[in-house]
C-alpha cells in the first residue's frame, strides 16, 4: 500500500510537469504572437495620394495602384509580364470574324458587401463604362461594344462594331474593372469589389487602409497580408527617411534617383530597378510654325544626346527610345539610331528648313522632377544650333492639362505618358500633338483588325519606324521602376506592365 501511495504522487508530479510544459510552451508560442501579426501588415508608400479611389470614373495612375487587384478585378488581369490572364471571366471565345467575345464567368464571386458577381452585373459594370453619361477616362476602350447579352447568369456575350484586337488587353486595365449596382455611385470613396482585400479607411492627406478579404473567392491563392496601409510621402528626402527609420515597409515607386546609392549597404533594405511603361516625350504643337515642318522636328531630334538627358534628368538610370515605344511592348523596334545625335546634320536641316540662324521657341514644364531637369539639359543641346528655349514652369495637372491638353496652347512640352500600348495616340483626334498622318493612322485601324499578336507585333514595328521619322515629339526616355524595400519582403513587382501595387502574393520571410 505504501509503495501504491509513493508511486501515486510520482504519477500526479509528471502529470503537473507536462502541464506545466505544455502550459510554458502556450505561453511562449503566445508571446510570439505579436511578431507575426507583424509579419502579416504592410506599409507602403507612395509619391502620389490618389484624388478618389474609382478607376473607372478618373484617370490617375495613384488610383489604380491602390485599388487595382487589390480591391477591385476585371474579368481578365494582366500579369507582371504584361501578359491577359483569366480572372472573374475563366474562359472566352472569340469569333471567326471578330465580332462576338463569349465569357464563361466564375460562379460564386461575391463583392465584400456581399452582392453577387454575375453576367447581369458584368453587364452593369461595362454599360456604365460605355454609355453616353461614362465619364470613364478609357471610355474608348469600349467604343466598339454594340451591345452586350447575358444568356445565363454565367454567360456574358460582347457583339461588337467592328474588330477590337486591343479590346482582351483593354478588358485588363485599371479602367475596365468590375463595379456593382449597389455600390458604385460610392465607389470613389469607398470602394467596394471582389478583390484581396477590403477598404477600411482614407485618412486624406495621409493614408489609405485596406484589410484581408477573408471570404475571397480565388481558393488558389494564399493571401499572407492581414492588413495593408498606402502612405502617401510627395517628398522624396522624407520618403528616404520612412524607409530607413522602418516607417514604411516599402516604396515601389521612389521619387528621387539621386538618392538610390544611399541604400547601399543598408543591412534591411534592398533596392531594384525594373521597367515601366513611362515615356518621357518632349511633344511639339505639330500645326505651329516652326514645328508644322518635318525637317525641323528632325533637326531638335538630332540636336539631343539622350543618354545626356538621363544623366542630367534621371541619375543615368532610364533606357533611351526612338519612338513613342518601350522595350516591354509587343514588337519593340530600337530606332535610337534613326536620328542620331548629330549637332552639325542638325544645323544643316535647320538651314534647308529657312532657319539658318536658328528660333526661339518656349516649352511647358510640368513641375515633377524629369521635367525641368530634362528640359534644362535640352536648352543647353539646342542653345548649339542657334535655337533658344525658354522654360516655362507650368502647374501640373490643372494648369497643364488645360493649357496643353484642352487648350493647345503651347509650342512644346514635356511629360512622362504612363500608359501601356498608348501608340495610338498619335492618331487620335484631337489630341495635344495635332500630329496628322493618313499612313499611321490605318494602322492603327489595321492593328485592331486583328487578334494575332504576330501580326500585330509587325503593324506596331512599322508604326514605330513612321513616328521614328516624323517626330511628332522628341522621344528621350524610359523611366525605370525604382523600387526600395525590406529584404524579408516577397512578391512585390520589380517591373510595371501597367501603373499598380498588386499585392495578392506579397509576404514576409519568415
Known amino acids: 500500500m505504501m509503495i501504491k501511495l509513493s508511486l501515486a504522487p510520482s504519477a500526479r508530479l509528471v502529470r503537473r510537469l507536462s502541464l506545466g510544459v505544455a502550459v510554458s510552451a502556450g505561453l511562449a508560442m503566445l508571446s510570439l504572437t505579436p511578431a507575426e501579426a507583424a509579419k502579416t501588415t ?45 480572372q472573374l471571366a475563366k474562359s472566352w471565345e472569340i469569333s471567326p470574324d471578330g465580332l462576338t467575345y463569349t465569357f464563361k464567368l466564375r460562379e460564386g464571386v461575391t463583392f465584400h458587401d456581399g452582392q453577387v458577381f454575375d453576367s447581369a452585373t458584368a453587364k452593369f459594370a461595362l454599360d456604365r463604362a460605355r454609355g453616353k453619361d461614362s465619364v470613364n477616362p478609357q471610355k474608348r476602350f469600349f467604343a466598339s461594344i454594340s451591345s452586350i447579352d447575358t444568356p445565363d447568369a454565367a454567360t456574358l456575350v460582347l457583339r461588337l462594331s467592328e474588330p477590337t484586337g486591343s479590346l482582351l ?19 470613389k470613396t469607398k470602394p467596394v469589389g471582389t478583390g484581396p482585400f477590403k477598404f477600411v479607411s482614407w485618412a486624406k492627406g495621409d493614408k489609405v487602409e485596406l484589410e484581408k478579404n477573408a471570404g475571397y473567392w480565388n481558393k488558389d491563392v494564399s493571401v499572407k497580408l492581414d492588413k495593408v496601409t498606402f502612405r502617401f510621402i510627395a517628398d522624396p528626402q522624407a520618403q528616404a527617411a520612412a524607409l530607413k527609420s522602418g516607417d514604411v515597409d516599402a516604396i515601389p515607386e521612389f521619387a528621387a534617383p539621386e538618392l538610390m546609392t544611399s541604400f547601399d549597404g543598408d543591412a534591411r ?7 515601366t511603361e513611362l515615356k518621357v516625350v518632349a511633344g511639339m504643337n505639330n500645326a505651329e510654325k516652326p514645328f508644322d515642318d518635318k525637317r525641323v522636328r528632325q533637326a531638335l531630334m538630332m540636336a539631343i544626346d539622350r543618354k545626356t538627358v538621363i544623366e542630367g534628368a534621371w541619375s543615368g538610370l532610364g533606357t533611351p527610345i526612338g519612338s513613342h515605344y518601350t522595350p516591354n511592348d509587343p514588337g519593340y523596334v530600337d530606332l535610337t539610331a534613326k536620328l542620331p545625335y548629330d549637332p552639325e546634320k542638325a ?13 526661339s521657341f518656349t516649352i511647358k514644364s510640368p513641375q515633377m522632377a524629369y521635367a525641368p531637369r530634362s528640359a534644362e539639359v535640352m536648352q543647353a543641346m539646342l542653345a548649339e544650333i542657334g535655337v533658344t528655349m525658354t522654360i516655362e514652369p507650368t502647374e501640373f495637372p490643372a494648369k497643364w492639362v488645360q493649357d496643353v491638353m484642352k487648350d493647345r496652347s503651347y509650342q512644346m512640352t514635356i511629360v512622362a505618358h504612363a500608359e501601356p500600348m ?12 495635332n500630329y496628322k498622318n493618313p499612313d499611321f493612322n490605318a494602322l492603327m485601324k489595321k492593328v485592331q483588325q486583328t487578334t494575332d499578336p504576330a501580326e500585330q507585333a509587325k503593324i506596331y514595328a512599322e508604326a ?9 515629339a522628341l522621344f528621350l526616355f524610359v523611366m525605370p521602376k525604382l523600387g526600395v524595400w525590406d529584404k524579408k519582403l516577397k512578391g512585390l513587382w520589380e517591373n510595371e506592365p501597367i501603373p499598380s501595387n498588386v499585392l495578392t502574393n506579397v509576404s514576409w520571410d519568415e
Open 464 to 472: 514605330q519606324t513612321i513616328l521614328a521619322d516624323d517626330v511628332p
Open 347 to 359: 544645323k544643316a536641316l535647320l538651314a534647308e528648313a529657312g532657319y539658318p540662324d536658328g528660333f
Open 42 to 86: 504592410l506599409s507602403l508608400g507612395m509619391t502620389i495620394e490618389p484624388t478618389g479611389l474609382d478607376p473607372t470614373i478618373a484617370a490617375p495612375v495613384a488610383i489604380g495602384q491602390v485599388t487595382w487587384q487589390n480591391v477591385f478585378e476585371g474579368l481578365v488581369t494582366i500579369d507582371e509580364a504584361g501578359k491577359v490572364q483569366p
Open 422 to 433: 498608348d501608340i495610338d495616340i498619335y492618331s487620335r483626334d484631337p489630341y495635344y500633338f
Open 169 to 187: 488587353y483593354w478588358l485588363g486595365w485599371p479602367a475596365s474593372v468590375m463595379v456593382a449596382p449597389n455600390s458604385a455611385a460610392d465607389d
Open 269 to 275: 533594405l534592398m533596392t531594384k530597378i525594373g521597367n
